[in-house]
């Protein structure tokens, strides 16, 4: 396999630089024709005799340039050349050099061999491949043939056959017809009963949907008043709090204010009656302590009334206030009244509407699962037709490709003909690819040996490059 493999690879190779020099030489020649210059037709001959010259200037080339050395030598001293250290590369490049002067000859016979070798395989897998279609085709006439001679041999079973198949496939056809129609008028008469069905639930179950319809506002609207009196009696309650917190404070501050009078009051009636008991005291110390008495006892006076009178005012704005708060709590009251009542009016309206509606539902169901089957059976009675149809015609086809290779015999000589061309062909194509494998397996023998020198050389010269290059870079 790995010969094999190496052969295939090398081969390739060659076929490319074949195409390569092929095209470099085709270049040439389209130039020197687009010039007007044609070559005769012993091209190559012309070829070496126009290199030739060429090749003795090249060879003439080497004296004159070892004269001119010559001269330069016997005008200048001759000098010993320095001997210089030679590097790894340089060796393996010399060596490379020897081994390629020493394998050109067998280089030269491994590519000849390798192209036989190609062109030997090519030739036979070209052969073989027309074999592949020339089986191929006389099978398909043989094929041909055998179903023309089977149908001729049994020509009037299968016009009978055929004939009844044609008839048993109309009736067939024929009562898909009728069945069909028949269950096309029943499917229009179902989708219009439904139709009708589904207006009359519709305008049946319009004054329960009406009446559901309006118990759902009016549960929407209670909802909505109860929440608001939530918040008016809430709002009442803080006033009465705020009222009568106001009222305790303003009652408690009159209150001191009225005890302070008090004290004061006291205090001036001490000092006049000490004033009085004192021999010292006179007339006119005796009217100021009095006449403080006097404003005393007055201020007194003005903090109860006052004390009275912010008793009064506070106390209507808690009874106001609390009035308020009484009045908010029977609104709550009365709402959540009203709330309970719409919320069971309005599912009691509504369980009606889903019991009517459930039932108006099973009526449309039930009609609607007659349609479906309707609609499947249909479906099938259609399949029917066609299939009966298709027996028909497959039936006709038969009938008439039987009729037409009864009436044209000629036609079955003429393939059979063509058949044992056909073979002849194929049997020659056989021993040629016999032949030709024989061919390439003499010259994979008789070449073997040098094939392999020539992959050796090949692959010591890739082993030394590789050698040069990991060198050189490394």
């Known amino acids: 396999m790995a010969d094999e493999t190496e052969e295939t690879k090398a081969e390739e190779r060659l076929e490319q630089a074949e195409t390569e020099e092929h ?95 190609s062109a030997a395989r090519r030739a036979h897998a070209t052969a073989f491949k027309e074999l592949e279609t020339l089986e191929r085709d006389t099978k398909r006439l043989a094929e041909q043939l055998e179903h023309r001679r089977d149908v001729e041999s049994n020509y009037e079973r299968i016009v009978e056959v055929q004939t009844a198949e044609i008839e048993d496939a109309g009736r067939a056809l024929e009562r898909a017809r009728v069945r069909r129609a028949n269950l096309e008028s029943q499917l229009e008469g179902k989708n219009n009963e439904l139709k009708r069905l589904k207006e009359a639930n519709s305008q049946k179950m319009a004054p329960s949907r009406k009446l559901m319809e ?37 009652l408690q501050a009159a209150k001191r204010a009225a005890d302070t009078a008090s004290a004061k009051l006291a205090r001036q009636q001490d000092q006049l009656t000490e004033m009085r008991r004192g021999p010292s005291a006179g007339a006119k110390g005796l009217s100021q302590a009095s006449s403080s008495v006097a404003a005393a006892l007055a201020q007194l006076e003005n903090a109860r009334e006052n004390v009275a009178r912010v008793n009064q005012e506070t106390g209507q704005a808690v009874q106001i206030a609390q009035t308020h708060l009484y009045t908010q709590r029977k609104s709550l009251e009365e709402a959540e009244t009203d709330l309970a009542q719409a919320r069971a009016r309005e599912e009691e309206l509504r369980g009606a509407y889903d019991a009517k509606r459930s039932e108006a539902d099973e009526q449309e169901s039930a009609v609607s699962s007659k349609t479906s089957e309707l609609k499947e059976s249909l479906e099938q009675a259609r399949d029917d037709e066609a299939g009966a149809r298709g027996r028909g015609q497959a039936a006709q086809a038969a009938l008439e490709e039987a009729r037409d290779i009864h009436a044209h015999p000629e036609l079955t000589d003429e393939l059979s003909e063509r058949c044992q061309e056909s073979r002849a062909r194929t049997e020659e194509q056989r021993r040629l690819v016999e032949r030709l494998a024989t061919e390439e397996r003499i010259v994979r023998e008789r070449t073997q040996r040098t094939r392999k020198v020539f992959y050796a050389l090949v692959a010591a010269a890739v082993v030394i490059v590789l050698l040069a290059v990991l060198l050189a870079f490394g």
Request: proline content about 7%.
């Open 214 to 250: 309006q118990a759902k506002d009016a549960l929407a609207k209670a909802e909505r008043a109860q929440a608001e009196a939530r918040r008016a009696l809430k709002n009442a309650q803080a006033q009465a709090d705020e009222a009568t917190a106001s009222r305790d404070s303003k």
């Open 23 to 117: 095209a470099e030489q085709e270049e040439p020649e389209a130039s020197e024709e687009s010039d007007g210059n044609r070559r005769p037709a012993d091209g190559p001959a012309s070829l070496e005799s126009q290199n030739e010259p060429r090749a003795d200037a090249e060879q003439g080339d080497g004296p004159e340039d070892g004269d001119e050395a010559d001269a330069k030598q016997g005008t200048e001293p001759v000098t010993e050349p320095a001997t210089e250290p030679v590097s790894p590369q340089q060796r393996i490049i010399d060596t490379a050099q020897r081994a390629a002067q020493a394998g050109t000859a067998s280089v030269t016979e491994g590519v000849s061999a390798v192209r036989e070798l």
